[in-house]
């Protein structure tokens, strides 16, 4: 099966192309570039690189967040538009978990975090159970110093990763001591290719028009017209 | 038949999510908008984050049914066409992602439009445009006077130094209590009050085209709240009659002398505020007596739709303009850039 994976919801760009059980190849950057202007030449290129037409495309496989807003939302319109147009399969997979998969041998529990701001992280918590990783705790947001003194009352060893880990780690490492590792410089990079092998194996969306990132939160105007309506 | 050029052509740089296909620049085959007014209704106004998630739930549905009901595929396509700006990048940048994904799906011309040549090009689907033309561009987010000597040439001889009329009328509104969106609220209220009340009109310099409104739109709370310390009644029918009554002068008269100027054989109106009817009435009496045609599109082309944009990008198209895929929103696009 020829699957295109595409990953927009953090600073990390991904792209990955792969066939079957191979991986014909994948574009990476960590820069903080715009991914509208970005995304669709990293696509043309990889694919014209490896001589795959777009008709010949059978799955695309989307990072749905959580992360940035913004971010999410070019990667989730360019996958269904191409997923409807070309009449093939979409698959959504948690951001989370495609981070996570960098610390799939780790013999402990591995949270991936994204900076949301306001000391808040986008997290979820993974384990390895015969070398596929399980979720344990939901994608979420959630303050960082909670989720670490969370985790010091239940686990021996976490392994945090994520390019956001620097805005964090005096809390964590605070919080949690020596039972926190992190991941060396590239294990901070979601695998647009780890990407794309949880998603061949995944059920499709039902519906690709109705198919919409997972935010995690409502839109700040809607939660605070919604905390109006209960006055 | 095979010359006939089809475009589809992707509107979402505010609250609209809109696509259509367009036959040579002036025929419409079909013209799909998803409207989100009643979701930003109860926040009074268009809330940013809340349109562009609109727009990711509603992009591919209304492509797919604007080719459905167009009776046409991808392979019929000369073009995929979408606003490149101006507008809310958010918002805008769901119809550009999803129009780069087509063209590239379908190895397909890209072409990016700028908005306000969409509501000018709204009027070539109604007649030809004739040349040299005068607009007059009215919306929430505009009010410009642009002038045009040719197809795709645009020159903007004036436009609004503070708010768009559009904006204006919305902030009346609200002082008036008026629910969201305001001005045909206060276009309805016009019409059952008379203009007893008097507010400004800003001419500004003696051959200017500008526009200013925030001074009007200060007036008509200044009346309010003194009429309201003085224990006086105003009749809300009244004070937007002569609200109304306040835009409409400087708008026909600044279109009116930009007309003669420039000796121009057609004069059109664009934008969403072009709906008003006190504006429609008011332009049509008075281009009746200059013997200068004047084109009004018919509401559902007045407010945001993807039908002009495919009417603009036609010239694009012939011109071939083209863009890459590195095509982003830009929400401060420029109309003169070409
Ligand atoms: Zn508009």
Redesign the interface.
Known sequence: MKALAIDTSSFVMGVSLVDGDQVLGEVITNLKK?H??????A??ELMKDAGVR??QLERIIVAHGPGS??GV??G???A???A???GIPLVGVSSIEVLAQNGRYFNGVVSPIFDARRGQVYTGLYREVNGELTNIARDQICLLEDWSTHLKSQYENVLFLGNDIAIHKEVIIEKLGDRVKFGQMSDHNPRPSELARLGISMEPAKD???F??N?IRL????AN?LANQKK | MDDDKLILAIETSCDETAAAVIKNGNEILSNIVASQIESHKRFGGVVPEIASRHHVEQITVIIEEAMNEANVTFSDLSAIAVTEGPGLVGALLIGVNAAKALAFAHDLPLIGVHHIAGHIYANQLITDLKFPLMTLVVSGGHTELVYMKEHGNFEVVGETRDDAVGEAYDKVARTLNLPYPGGPHIDRLATEGTATIDLPRAWLEQDSYDFSFSGLKSAVINTLHNAKQKGMEISNEDLAASFQESVIEVLVEKSKRAAIEYDVKQFLVAGGVAANKGLREKMTEQFAKLDIELIIPPLYLCTDNAAMIGAAAFVQLEKKQFTGYTLNGNPGLNLERN
Do not use: C
């Not at chain 1, 839109?219 to 809607?222: D, F, S, Y």
């Open positions: 715009n509208s202007i970005r995304l669709m030449p696509i043309d777009p008709q807003y913004t939302r070019i989730v319109t360019t269904k538009t191409l409807s147009t070309l690709i028009h109705s919409i990132p935010y839109a700040e105007a809607e017209w």
